[in-house]
């Protein structure tokens, strides 16, 4: 069963706290890496990474030394470093490594220990692969049972949402948020690859805001810009993202609604529509401080607008914020002469029927 980020950071410290090894498996690019630091920053340890595929055996159980007429092997510096300190230990790419070096890995991730040489016990141990479900589409080897029997194992799914809010507090361009919120399909390719084409993925979106961020290109908006965005996410992304930008200025934005209650321009939107609307309010991180009480009026002219289905998921978005903007969104009587909190009673009745 796969999971999305939201899911497994909410019972990855089930595993942690129990000092068992955690796998993460997914397609390229869906920020698995990105997860694993976020983690570590959160509970405040530092990361100790090390990418399997490019380590020999020797890398693994470190080189040996003559002590007495007997030959002992120093650990080397990042297995001893786990080993001294508490960490995160951050074995990348588990399945494509050697053989011996994965066989390696069995006693570290049955016995914390390598060689005679015990973590500390406050290190723990995460890894991540690309096999799996999406395993046949890339280079790697399959993982046995006794090998995934050592893991705890989670295949990675993540949700569009997910990455918008990423997304948001990364510092990615807003013009890519936005062109994601309406055109999700380009977030990623998820069927099969053909050979030598290049896909969107989250971490080319990424890489292609960071080649973005000190050019004029999003100004311009010339050839140049679809040429760059192609060799980063390929053609197909590339077209739309182009043509999005050059009609940016004509989009919704988040700050259309919330602060000047242009709620009205949205009057023919199609549910697809509302919904990218509401994941750019989201993402925005708006409702994360106080509003006040014109932005809580104009929210609201905004949600009386909707059908039931959107006005639920517009609900849900403000209460992702703090619980005072929620009560006061509660009070607000709209033009209608319909206050928000009889049109929520309303939506429970309906959603109980």
Not at 239 to 253: G, L, P, T
């Amino acid at each position: 069963m796969s999971v999305d980020f939201r899911t497994f950071n909410s019972v990855v410290g089930y595993i942690t706290d129990a000092l068992k090894p955690v796998l993460l498996r997914g397609r390229h690019g869906i920020g698995k890496s990105t997860v694993v630091y976020q983690y570590a920053k959160k509970i405040n340890l530092p990361v100790v990474e090390r990418r399997a595929s490019q380590m020999t055996e020797g890398d693994l159980v470190g080189l040996p030394v003559i002590e007495a007429n007997s030959t002992r092997f120093n650990p080397p510096d990042w297995f001893k470093c786990a080993c001294d300190y508490p960490v995160v230990l951050f074995l990348d790419e588990v399945d494509r490594a050697t053989i011996e070096v994965r066989q390696g890995i069995f006693e570290l991730t049955d016995s914390r220990k390598l060689n005679g040489h015990q973590l500390h016990p406050e290190t723990l141990i995460f890894a991540a692969v690309n096999g799996g479900e999406h395993g046949s589409q890339y280079q790697v080897g399959e993982m046995d049972p006794a090998e995934l029997d050592r893991w705890t194992v989670f295949d990675i799914e993540p949700s569009v949402e997910d990455w918008m809010l990423w997304a948001g507090d990364n510092g990615i361009s807003k013009e890519i948020i936005e062109f994601i919120s309406t055109n999700d399909k380009h977030l990623e390719h998820e069927s099969d690859f053909e050979p030598n084409k290049v896909y969107p993925s989250r971490r080319s979106w990424e890489r292609l805001s960071e080649c973005l961020f000190n050019t004029n290109l999003l100004d311009e908006c010339n050839s140049e810009l679809r040429q760059v965005t192609a060799a980063f996410v390929g053609f197909e992304a590339a077209i739309e993202f182009f043509d999005f930008v050059k009609n940016y200025d004509r989009s919704i934005k988040p700050e259309d609604i919330i602060e000047h209650g242009k709620f009205h321009l949205t009057l023919e939107f199609t549910a697809n529509e509302h919904l990218a609307l509401l994941q750019k309010i989201s993402a925005s991180k708006v409702f994360d401080t106080e509003i006040n009480e014109q932005q809580a009026q104009n929210f609201a002219e905004y949600f009386m607008t909707l059908d039931p289905e959107i006005a639920m998921k517009a609900w849900t978005v403000l209460g992702s914020g703090t619980l005072d903007n929620t009560i006061m969104m509660h009070d607000v009587e709209t033009e209608s002469g319909v206050s928000v909190s009889a049109r929520m009673l309303e939506l429970l009745g309906d959603e109980d029927n």
